[in-house]
């Protein structure tokens, strides 16, 4: 059998299939259980996980609700009710102009971006190529393999700033940004998988304003923003434009195993979501939009973001700060990105002699399990670019215990990488 350009394509693996494997023989070794530092499950939140208890007993204590949760189809948008209790919410939150008709569901985040990105890039009907631009590397590594065709993405290196001893910061590189006539789309993530980064208000009305005068999107991936889940650590105003689309999830308010995000951009985008889901899924799941449709209604959902989701994370940052501070070796050149929202440390080994697939490889066996930055670069980045094989995410929504002791082996391993 011969598969297509497509299946090849499709089929061939990527970088974020080898970690997951990688992760899941370790997770079945007969030794102890690994430190798990590499990956992006959210935290178990026990106020968080209350909260679900109680809808769920609410669900199955509505014979209503229960029926249209397991046994009706939704429309391929997505439930009304909930779309309508959404757009309420994001016009009393942010004060956005939005309606319905403004807001799809895909199942997850994932399949949001694989719509979106082959929506705007890919071959035009004129036979014009159309790429996704990506302005600020590292970016979200579940992107790179998301287009339909080659060579989908544009990508620029990020601007560096020294902030603080073992500190750093990515900025926008705006004196070499081209938003030229091959690009049908700008995309961003705020905060940033993996770094971190929060890509200051000006530097957002500056790339919606490449967009707009260029008649094309700019997709701002919500995945750890306002109004939910809301982990963010610095100030950052949400922008909405007719030129914007968000992508907002419910995995990091804790409920990752529902598959279930939200497209909120112009009717006419939202519609040609909606179609793509039903051509591809039929319908979207109900599960994930029954559990929060009353929390959005009443705007409880942005409470529980502020005064539960918010600082749990804020605080398992500080403690993993404060983890390398004591066990990192002060003299070594390490440093890592501002902190600034999402759930991960991004530690930059400047001039290391190991490889980031190096130190991961050590630090797996060692029973460490990080992710190599390597794979965060994508698109257009040079594969020699020396900084791209520096870089380790590490996650701190894991258990304190385990995230100090991941830390404490990760500060020896790098003791000896200079």
Known sequence: MKFSAFGQRASRGSGIENLMDDLGKALSGSGPAPLMLGGGNPAHIPEMEAVWNQRLHEILDDPATLRRTLAIYDPPRGNAAVLTALAGLLRTELGWEVGPENIAVTPGGQTAFHFLFNLFGGKRPDGS??????PLMPEYIGYANQGLEEGMFASQRPGISRTAPHRFKYHIDFSNLQVGPDIGAICISRPTNPSGNLVTDEELTRLERLAAGRDIPLIIDN???WPFPGIVFSEAKPLWTPHTIHVMSLSKLGLPGTRTAFVVGPPQVASAVSSMMAVTGLANGNFGQSIVGPLFASGEITRLAREIIQPY???????ALEAVAEFFPADAPYALHESEGAL???LWLENSKKTSRELYQNLKERGVLVVPGEYFFFGDIAEDWRHRHECLRISFAMDDRDVREGLRIIGSEIA???
């Open 129 to 134: 190529p159309a790429r996704i631009l990506l």
């Open 416 to 418: 000896g990488a200079f």
């Open 313 to 319: 994370y804020r605080r398992k940052r500080d403690a």
């Open 223 to 225: 995945a750890y923003g």
């Open 344 to 346: 991960f440390l991004w």
